[in-house]
C-alpha cells in the first residue's frame, strides 16, 4: 500500500509519465506538468501522491499537513519514495526522510533510519525501512517488529495496521488480524517475491502470480484469472489492487467505488501504484493515442 511497485519488462520504457485514475479529490488523478515526462517511479497515498524525476521529489493531492511541501533534501539525489496518509518519506542515500502528517510520530523518525537503509514502506499511520542485512524498523503507530524479522528480510510492505515481509522467499506478517490479513496462507514459505498490504487484505506475488487473502467485502482478494500468470509488480490500495503484467498490461480488482479499477488507457505501462481510491501508472507517453 502506498508504496510505488516498479518492473520493468524487456521492451518497456523506463522513464515516462504518471497517468491517474480514480478518486477526484484534491486533484490527486490530475497530474501536474511536471510528472508527464522524465518519472521514474510513482507512489500513491491516502490524498496525496508523489513521483521521483531525476531524483528529486514531486508531489500533488491535498497539503493537509504540508505533504506537498518537498524538503530541500528531497529535491536532488533520491532513490526511492512512499507515500502515506499525508505523511511523505524518501530514501536518499541510506537515510530516510520524512515530511507531514506526524499526528502518531509518522515523521519522527528513529536515529536507526539516519543511515544503511535499502527500502521503505508507508501505511496510514506507520512506516516501515528495511536495512542492510536484512533488518526492518517499525515507526507510527505500530513500533513492534518480531524477531524473525530483524535480519534476512529482503521486501516489505506496510498496510493499515500490519505488516509483510519476505525472508528466505517466504512471507512473514504481523500485527491486525481481524480480518486474516496477517494468516499466510499455506504455499507462500517460498518463492516468493515480491508482497504489498492493503488496509485490510495482503498480496503476495510467486512465479508471476497473484495470491491474495483478508478482508473480502470488495472482492479485494478474489484474484482474477488475467492475474495468475505473467505478473511482475502488484499493488494492494485501500480496498483494491493493480498488478502488471510482463507485456506492459494492467490488471484491476475490487473496490470500483469512484473508478479505481477501471483503467481507461491503452498501451504498455512500466510502474503502477494503488492508493486510498485511486491508482497511478507510469506509462513511456501518457499522451499517446490508443
Known sequence: MAV????QPATAATVGGVIAWGKPDYDVTIPPPDALTGVTAVSAGGTTALALKGGAVLAWGANNWGANQIPAAATSGVGQIASGWGHELALKNGKVLAWGNNWYGQTTLPASVSSGVIAISASNMHSLALKQGGQVVSWGSRTDVPATAQSGVTAISAGGDHNLVVKNGGVLAWGSNTYGQATVPAGLSSGVTAVSAGFFHSLALKDGRVYAWG?????????PPEALSDV??????????????????????????????YFPWCGPVFAVSAGDNDSFALKEDPNAAC
Open 232 to 261: 511482475v509488480a502488484v499493488d494492494a490500495g485501500f480496498n483494491h489492487n493493480v498488478a502488471l503484467k510482463a507485456d506492459g498490461s494492467v490488471v484491476t480488482w475490487g473496490s470500483n467505488l469512484v473508478g479505481e479499477t
Open 4 to 7: 510505488s511497485a516498479l518492473a
Open 215 to 223: 478482508r473480502d467485502n470488495f472482492h479485494q482478494t478474489e484474484v
